[in-house]
């Protein structure tokens, strides 16, 4: 079993920032890549950042220079440091991991359940 779990969303203002933590468990060989994507009501979801097992990272154009994606590659997580936060940034806000796992040995893409952001004052 593979398990993909978020924390850290919440209520915070116009300008406000928040730490993301996302992390893996289960029966993991290696991790490719871990990144966070979010969805909007009535939008399609969509790509913030993705950062590599080497410390690659790429952004959307809409949150470059406010949000910094990092990673723990020994405790398997992977994190999202949100400022100066926009109304435009509420979403439900979801990690993935692109990783090989074993038993079955196999690779493939988990998502975790989502973590509510909402920006408002």
């Known amino acids: 079993q593979v398990q993909v779990v978020e924390s850290g969303g919440g209520l915070v203002q116009p300008g406000g920032s928040l730490r993301l933590s996302c992390a893996a468990s289960?029966?993991?060989?290696?991790?490719?890549?871990m990144g966070w994507y979010r969805q909007a009501p009535g939008k399609q979801r969509e790509s913030v950042a993705s950062i590599t097992s080497g410390g690659s990272t790429n952004y959307a154009d809409s949150v470059k220079g406010r949000f910094t994606i990092s990673r723990d590659n020994a405790k398997n997580a992977v994190y999202l440091q949100m400022n100066s936060l926009k109304p435009e940034d509420t979403a439900v806000y979801y990690c993935?991991?692109?990783?090989?796992?074993?038993?079955?040995?196999?690779?493939?893409?988990?998502w975790g359940q989502g973590t509510q952001v909402t920006v408002s004052s």
């Open positions: 289960g029966s993991i060989l290696s991790i490719y890549s």
């Open positions: 993935n991991a692109d990783l090989r796992r074993t038993n079955p040995w196999e690779r493939g893409v988990y």
